[in-house]
């Protein structure tokens, strides 16, 4: 049986783009508020997203290529799909790392960033740890008992349980979420400064 994994995220992705657009698009309101953030901040937060994603990708790409698998690529009910190649029961070892690893390699990616000296803040570092976070918060949610959830995987092809899993993984999340909070460097992560005449931030997508 080979283990087929679809992208869920495709929504988030679309948000962001959104965001991105809207912060193209619409008109500066203020001089100081064009000034309160890097020009298409929006647009650099969601390719910084959009690259977790592709790496969680690509890791299951490797994983299964460095392993002896042949692994493909096509669609399940109409869903984007990855296929690992291996046989869930012959190989149960391979298929455990193949669906593993796009998590962990996004959970590396993101200590990496916390952790490695540098000038913290551009959107598109942004945008990669929103993904890693966002993404393991599918999966130890909403994500956790599809049918082709890496979470189910890992459990049918390990000791662990699902409940583990989403302990290990929504733990990890949530310690990089409470790093990035009480890092002024990140600070005011998902919103974008309002106009200084109108004070507070602003959330969402404005229509004009």
């Not at 945008?127 to 082709?148: C, D, E, H």
């Not at 000791?159 to 993984?169: D, R, V």
């Amino acid at each position: 049986m080979k283990h087929p994994r679809s992208t869920h995220l495709a929504v988030l992705i679309l948000t962001l783009a959104a965001w991105a657009l809207e912060a193209q698009t619409s008109p500066a309101r203020d001089s100081a508020a064009t000034a309160a953030r890097p020009p298409h901040y929006f647009r650099g937060m969601a390719a910084g997203f959009a690259a977790s994603i592709l790496g969680h990708e690509a890791a299951h790409v490797a994983t299964s290529l460095a392993l002896g698998g042949h692994v493909t690529v096509g669609f399940d009910k109409g869903r984007p799909t990855v296929y690992s190649g291996f046989d869930v029961n012959k190989d149960p070892h391979k298929q455990f790392l193949f669906s593993s690893m796009g998590l962990n390699a996004q959970a590396a990616l993101d200590e990496a960033i916390l952790d490695v000296p540098h000038n913290r803040g551009a959107p598109f570092e942004r945008g990669v740890l929103a993904g890693g976070i966002a993404t393991a918060l599918f999966y130890v949610t909403i994500g956790r008992t599809a049918s082709v959830s890496d979470v189910d995987f890992m459990a049918r092809t390990s000791s662990l349980s699902k409940t583990n899993i989403t302990l290990i993984y929504g733990g990890v999340a949530l310690l990089h979420t409470l790093r990035i909070s009480r890092d002024g460097h990140y600070a005011n992560f998902f919103v974008r400064p309002a106009p200084v005449n109108e004070g507070g931030m602003k959330i969402g997508v404005h229509f004009d």
